[in-house]
């Protein structure tokens, strides 16, 4: 492919087609026309409108992008490119004519939207830009000019030069984010400036056309004076010395900022940053048993619901309860448990390896949760009905009744579990974890005791996971069996892959992503999982090391891609069969 | 000396960047402190004509704020047919209004609080948050309103439920499980009546003198279940079998072979779609259950169900809320002019109802002052809502005041168990569509 | 010297191997009681017996030839397609608007055979085209990666189709019509099974025969069994690697779109969006039960998982005296498949080889 350009007719005809065709499967998902009423700035644009042009702009921009060398030829076929793109968009018209709207016209005796429900005449009339079928012809016009406008723009911002495009990009790139996180800015400004300043900026979820402007204009600046890398360029330059001072003092300021971080944002932000916290906590004791010691374990839900039930029942104030600790002293019995529990888990496992481990782990988390809603152990635990009647911590008088005060415990939780984590990373157990990694029966040979090594990675990730729970019952102050599903253990895999295995900041940031965006994007309802299902693809497509990876993890996959690096998905050469 | 300054300069920025971020910590920390107590609204300058003396503050509107109320429900997932007919019955009662409440715009904010118990949390948080919030109506699941009860009500917030029906929801005694806080409200029957109902009507109408029961795991299956089978009991029945399926579960042979050991007169499965449909279909493949009558609940009244379980759900029976009148009429007729058709499931009246009864109580307690500032005490609300007696909904008499129940005392209950009724499924349902079907008893 | 030897040795070998062993003892005592218990009490019938026997085998079958497309894959890749669950949903969930507009013509009851024939084409078009994609777009450029990141685009891809499907159809529950020609029992062992569970079985282990003839007998299958063992030197043999990877994937999009007919002949209810996720994980399930990459022992442990779930919570929990134990069902599927993965830990018909390579 790469001898041998492709003719220009084929790439405006790719583009255009794929770009046309995201358009098409956005619309028949639903995607367009559910955000069509959401505004993104004041009454212009809606969410909708976006979502059916990203795909145009896609078009656009990868025609440019192949023909770049050539601007005025590049113009001209994404201009084409976008006229392609509309094809898919103008057939859907077609067809919700045929056999939905209009079925008289061909005689059709199935109404399509029975199947494809969003065939509806709403679509209809965003796709003829509010013309409907009574000015077809002109609405389909509209649609041709509208794309290739589009793919226009989606070209500029490869053909530009460089300092436009980048302003151009940053400026929209700013205002979709602010208005599409409107609810999440919002919140932040209430705190900071008040009711008064949310009206300024915000007209009921939009952006209005002032603050747009405005934030346009400050993001299209710094794009345009590319800030950042001058910035970064200025740091680079600093002496090392200097370097690790500030770097000090900015870390200091970080946490002084983690610090005040939930008076600033208010209580759902605050929520969202307990969830983000927790999940983090939770990941980095999934990350010793998967990370560090390569133990695929598809069941780390178990361990958090064992924490969740032991800090439930040990205090709580209802007919379930034994023991009525509060919760401090609940806590180090959470641990315990977790403990307990990783080893008597772990312990069957011991002989498996890969994904026959993968699926009896699996197999646990959903054998716990299962018992956990049994009827057979609802007098002891709760069963159906759950726990209930959970207090909340009391620290020194002050009742951590709300997600502000909880966020500190996840903050300590956390703090703690990363300075373990730090401390058996580079401990004799943390190293003889990554060589029974990299290869059991080489370990072994070592003299390394895999029994051992393998029951302390089950036991203290359990030990975390069982914290996050016990404190998760806490502040949730009641517990149903059907919390603790699938969906936990592979939304905290997926935060430390996406992060970057084995890595601390790598947890964080996968946790922000994976965990705290959804809560952020609330209002797309069920789109959250499409959205996120494809954000895992597209980030393990983009960066299979993951956000952050650990440095000697990164090494070692890039010495594999350079050197004759044997692909894991293939049998080794020579081995013994 | 450049590159110092540069140091300077970024410490400088972070400086004030931590200081920014605690100044307003610091000046809105008396108001956060707490949140158990204090109101999220500002009280208002002493120098005001009008001064709030309610026990847990007033909302101020100034002149051109809208009245913003918010809904918590849930819009996602397999149970999201409840939300969207209670998000109908809202915006239908918004419109009724003219979309206008002392003479402001209705802003009206929708948070999804799933059916769970962290999602319920989650969206109290969202809605508590927002201090310019008045009413909330939620959630449309017991396990999420469990979760979201505290948080709603120590923010001040009165809260009307259209389909809670854990009887615990209204309990204050925490030793019968309550865990009923104050502001919560329900326009929907609790369990205590449907329970009942079902009972009554398997042992008096159908003469069953046996009967098993299967859930599905969740509370509300769970409980409906339990209060249905004790009331049966006590009728002189004998409860011959208490089974459970799990969510996701598409083989029911097994269970009913188990409820086959027995032939019970009547079966209760007060459980969701799909597991409903599974276990009407399979129950004619096994031997020992011929005689045995199948009754569902609410949970399975949906259009599709009829159609998905086939030839053998009819003669089956599902007991629900069961709405009539003009008035019920009248809204029918205004979802189809707004959505189209009917609405997918059987709660949107006391959505409605509980919609209505807010708008109520706020224009019965707002208090507007000179300047057309408009205050709204919280706990007055809250006692308005509750004085409301004898209103008249579509659902039927509404009564929020306090019930008895055997042994327990309910607190913020305002459905009477009038609007409750026994559906019979037919050939009519299952092979014509027709729905809803036809109610054959009523307490 | 000889003691720290002698130390390891007793922890190495006879302290875990001594536990397993107790708890595999204990395991069999507990079912051997629980089966006592539940047969002298004589609460069912043979009949009934029977009746969950087949309706347990018509459930395996489906569960065999979803995992079918595990173990293809696995054996080629080595990697769980997550997302094979969805590739069966695909097919199912398409085909059945198709087999309501036909009941709604009449084509169904003037011609079944015919009707059906149509819905297993579309199911294993729609459901084939689905697997390619996804080998495609997912799975194709990450060929290389680390194992555990294509196991992340895998359960993000089934996020995707999850969602995708569910926007595109709309989330009200379908059922498939039912087909007057398979209505009716047939008498076994004195217990009246429906005949569309014979049905399906037996249509099952006909695709199975097939599949076993393809990969065992012609050029291509010859191939994916070489591909299976090293790439590299297949490579060498002059083997195209993408297309036998992406036949693979084929093969196992077209036994899961037929599976999803199957479903819906015998159990017409529950069609949406999620309807592929439970089987999926309990083929997964099926597929490690009998050996994973063995094709084989994916059949056998697809009809195995099937009886087991069937008949043994009330074969043995209730003997027990465990209240509402088919709630337990799945539990006790899992922990069937613990014990068996201690018994032999490469599964019942898993190489040691299998072992190896994961």
């Not at chain 1, 041709?144 to 151009?168: C, E, K, N, T």
């Not at chain 3, 459901?127 to 450029?141: H, K």
Request: glycine share 10%; net charge negative.
């Amino acid at each position: 492919m790469e001898e041998k350009p492709r003719p220009t007719w084929q790439i405006i005809l790719r583009s255009g087609i794929l770009g046309g065709g995201i358009a098409a499967y956005l619309c028949l998902v639903g995607l367009v026309e559910a955000f069509s009423e959401r505004f993104l700035i004041g009454s212009f644009l809606t969410l909708g409108e976006v979502m059916l042009v990203t795909g145009i702009l896609i078009a656009g921009l990868l025609t440019a992008r192949e023909l770049k060398d050539n601007k005025i030829l590049a113009t001209g076929s994404s201009l084409l490119s976008g006229v392609v793109s509309s094809l898919p968009l103008i057939l859907l018209i077609f067809i919700t004519m045929l056999f939905v709207l209009r079925p008289e016209i061909l005689g059709a005796t199935y109404n399509l939207r029975d199947m494809f429900v969003n065939l509806s005449p709403e679509l209809v009339e965003i796709l003829t830009l509010g013309q409907g079928l009574d000015n077809l012809a002109l609405g389909i016009l509209l649609l041709i000019l509208l794309s290739a406008l589009m793919s226009l723009l989606g070209a500029a911002f490869v053909l530009l030069p460089r300092r436009w495009s980048l302003g151009l990009i940053s400026g929209i790139a700013w205002v979709l984010v602010i208005g599409i996180f409107s609810d999440t800015v919002s919140q932040i400004v209430r705190q900071v400036a008040g009711q008064g300043m949310i009206r300024v900026i915000f007209v009921n979820e939009a952006l209005t056309p002032q603050a747009a402007v405005i934030i346009f204009a400050i993001a299209f600046v710094t794009g345009f004076f590319s800030v950042h890398t001058r910035i970064q360029t200025r740091w680079e330059g600093i002496p090392q010395t200097q370097q690790s001072r500030t770097r000090m003092i900015l870390l200091l300021a970080a946490f002084g900022f983690l610090l005040v971080l939930p008076w600033v944002v208010g209580l759902f932000l605050s929520q969202a940053l307990f969830t983000v916290g927790l999940f983090v906590m939770m990941c980095l004791g999934l990350n010793i048993v998967v990370g560090y010691a390569g133990l695929l374990d598809l069941g780390y839900v178990a361990f958090f619901a064992f924490g969740a039930y032991t800090m439930g029942i040990l205090t709580t104030t209802g007919s379930l309860g034994r023991g009525g600790l509060n919760f401090w002293m609940a806590i180090p019995f959470c641990i315990l448990v977790g403990v307990v529990w990783g080893l008597i888990l772990g312990f069957p496992v011991l002989r498996l390896r890969g994904d026959y481990l993968a699926i009896v782990t699996l197999g646990f988390g959903e054998i716990i949760r299962i018992l956990a809603l049994s009827d057979w152990l609802a007098p002891f635990e709760g069963g159906a009905q759950g726990v209930l009647h959970i207090p909340y911590p009391n620290f020194l008088g002050i009742i951590f009744d709300s997600p502000q005060y909880m966020y500190y415990v996840v903050i300590a939780g956390g703090l703690i579990a990363a300075f373990v984590t730090i401390r058996l990373r580079e401990s004799r157990l943390g190293r003889q974890w990554m060589a029974m990694r990299e290869d059991e029966d080489v370990a072994e040979a070592m003299g390394i005791n895999l029994v051992q090594t393998k029951l302390l990675a089950f036991a203290i990730g359990a030990s975390f996971g069982a914290l996050a729970g016990g404190v998760w019952a806490a502040r949730l102050g009641n517990i149903f069996p059907h919390s603790f599903n699938l969906l936990i253990s592979i939304n905290a895999l997926a935060v430390i892959i996406i992060g970057g295995m084995g890595s601390i900041p790598g947890v964080i940031i996968g946790a922000l992503v994976l965990v705290g965006m959804p809560e952020l994007l609330r209002e797309f309802t069920e789109y959250r999982y499409l959205m996120y299902g494809i954000l895992l693809i597209i980030m393990m497509l983009v960066r299979p090391e993951g956000l952050l990876p650990e440095a000697t993890r990164r090494r070692e996959l890039h010495t594999g891609e350079d050197e004759n690096f044997e692909p894991v998905s293939q049998q080794p050469v020579g081995s013994d069969r | 000396m450049n590159k110092k300054v540069f140091a300077i300069l970024s410490l400088l920025i972070f400086a004030s960047m931590i200081l920014v971020a605690c100044a307003p910590a610091a000046t809105e920390a008396p108001a956060e402190e707490p949140p158990a107590e204090e109101p999220p609204a500002e009280e208002p300058p002493a120098e005001e004509a009008f001064e709030c003396d309610d026990a847990i503050g007033c909302v101020e509107l100034a002149p051109d704020d809208p009245v913003h109320i918010a809904s918590m429900l849930t819009i996602s997932g397999a149970t999201s047919f409840l939300g969207e007919d209670s998000v109908g019955a809202i915006e239908i009662a918004i419109d009724d209004r003219g979309g206008t409440l002392l003479g402001r715009d209705i802003q009206y904010t929708s948070e999804d609080s799933l059916c769970s118990a962290e999602g319920g949390q989650t969206a109290a948080t969202k809605v508590a948050s927002d201090p310019t919030i008045l009413g909330v109506i939620g959630t449309n699941c017991s396990a999420a309103m469990t979760a979201a009860m505290d948080t709603i009500s120590s923010a001040g917030l009165s809260i009307l439920s259209p389909s809670n029906t854990a009887p615990t929801l209204t309990l204050d005694d925490p030793a019968a499980g309550g865990t009923f806080k104050p502001g919560y409200f329900r326009i929907c029957h609790t369990d205590f009546f449907q329970g009942a109902v079902a009972g009554e009507f398997a042992y008096n109408e159908l003469g069953a003198r046996t009967l098993a029961t299967i859930h599905d795991g969740s509370p509300y299956a769970d409980q409906l279940q339990e209060v249905m089978a004790n009331r049966f009991m006590e009728l002189g029945g004998e409860v011959t079998f208490q089974g459970a399926v799990n969510v996701g579960d598409t083989d029911m042979r097994a269970v009913l072979t188990s409820v086959a050991a027995d032939s019970p007169d009547a079966l209760y499965f007060p459980i969701f779609e799909p597991e409903g449909p599974f276990i009407v279909a399979q129950s004619s493949e096994i031997a020992g259950l011929e005689n045995t009558i199948l009754i569902g609940a609410d949970g399975l009244l949906v259009d599709s169900f009829p159609e998905n379980s086939g030839p053998n759900a009819v003669g089956m029976y599902l007991t629900g809320p069961f709405v009539t009148g003009a008035a019920y009429d009248e809204f029918l007729a205004k979802w189809d002019a707004k959505f189209g058709g009917v609405p997918p499931s059987g709660f949107h009246a006391f959505a409605y109802d509980g919609t209505n009864i807010l708008f109520d109580a706020i224009e019965a307690v707002a208090v507007t002052d000179a300047d057309g500032t408009t205050y709204v005490g919280r706990q007055a609300l809250r006692d308005a809502i509750k004085a409301t007696a004898d209103y008249d909904g579509v659902s039927g008499k509404v009564d929020c005041s306090d019930k008895q129940f055997g042994e327990f005392t309910s607190k913020g209950d305002c459905a009477t168990g009038e609007a409750l009724g026994v559906f019979e499924i037919t050939e009519a349902e299952v092979d014509d569509g027709n729905w809803p079907p036809e109610v054959i008893y009523t307490p | 010297m000889l003691k720290g030897f002698l130390d390891r040795y007793l922890e190495r070998f006879s302290w875990v191997s001594f536990f397993l062993r107790l708890f595999q003892i204990a395991a069999i005592i507990i079912i051997v009681v629980g089966v006592y218990n539940t047969l002298t009490t004589a609460k069912y019938t043979n009949a009934q017996w029977v009746t969950l026997v087949f309706a347990g085998l018509a459930q395996g079958s489906i569960y065999a030839l979803i995992a079918l497309g595990y173990t293809l894959v696995y054996g080629i890749l080595l990697m769980i397609n997550f997302a094979h669950g969805e590739v069966y949903m695909a097919g199912a969930f398409t085909a059945v608007f198709l087999a309501n507009y036909q009941a709604e013509s009449g084509f169904l009851a003037r011609s079944p055979w015919l009707a059906i024939l149509s819905w297993l084409a579309l199911a294993v078009v729609v459901s084939t085209v689905i697997a390619i994609l996804l080998e495609r777009i997912a799975y194709r450029p990450l060929r290389n990666a680390p194992r555990l990141v294509p196991l992340i685009t895998a359960i993000g891809a089934s996020f995707v189709l999850q969602y995708t499907f569910r926007g595109f159809y709309g989330t009200v529950f379908r059922s498939y019509p039912t087909v007057p020609a398979l209505q009716g029992t047939v008498n076994v062992f004195g217990a009246q099974v429906p005949l569309v569970q014979l049905v399906v079985l037996i249509a099952a282990i006909i695709l199975m025969v097939i599949l076993y003839f393809f990969v065992d007998r012609t050029k291509r299958g010859k191939a994916m069994r070489s591909v299976s063992e090293d790439h590299d030197v297949s490579r060498l043999m002059g083997i195209n690697i993408d297309r036998i990877i992406v036949t693979t994937f084929a093969l196992g999009g077209a036994l899961a779109g037929a599976a999803g007919i199957f479903n819906g002949l015998f159990r017409p209810q529950g069609v949406f969006f999620f309807m592929g996720f439970f089987p999926g994980l309990k083929a997964f399930t099926a597929a490690v039960l009998g050996g994973i990459g063995n094709v084989r022992g994916a059949f056998i442990g697809g009809l195995l998982l099937g009886v087991i779930e069937s008949l043994f919570p009330n074969l043995i929990l209730e003997g027990l005296g465990i209240p509402a134990v088919n709630q337990l069902r799945d539990a006790f599927g899992f922990t069937m498949l613990v014990l068996i993965l201690i018994f032999r830990p490469q599964g019942i018909f898993g190489e040691r080889l299998a072992e190896k390579k994961a």
